[in-house]
């Protein structure tokens, strides 16, 4: 994912710098679509993120608890000596 954002944005900066070696009149126009369309897509990465994000936050927990778990039924258990 973070590939896909990186090209993205490598995409747009070479976008930009293009835009400003042209000269036609719709330069202006087409330029703001692109920032518009840049801007999609990296709202739309950033839902990803988020829910990725979130799911991952959700996998850790659940490991820390059975972590916590782990080391509590190791501790109930009477050492042998």
Avoid: C, N, W
């Amino acid at each position: 994912m973070a590939a896909g954002l990186a090209a993205l944005i490598d995409d747009h900066r070479k976008a930009v710098a293009a835009f400003g070696a042209d000269t036609r009149e719709d330069t202006l126009e087409r330029a703001a679509d692109k920032i518009r369309q840049t801007r999609l897509k990296v709202e739309g990465y950033a839902a990803l993120l988020s829910d990725e994000k979130a799911r991952l936050d959700r996998e850790l927990a659940a490991a820390r608890a059975e972590l916590r778990l782990k080391v509590e039924q190791l501790a109930a258990i009477p050492a042998a000596g």
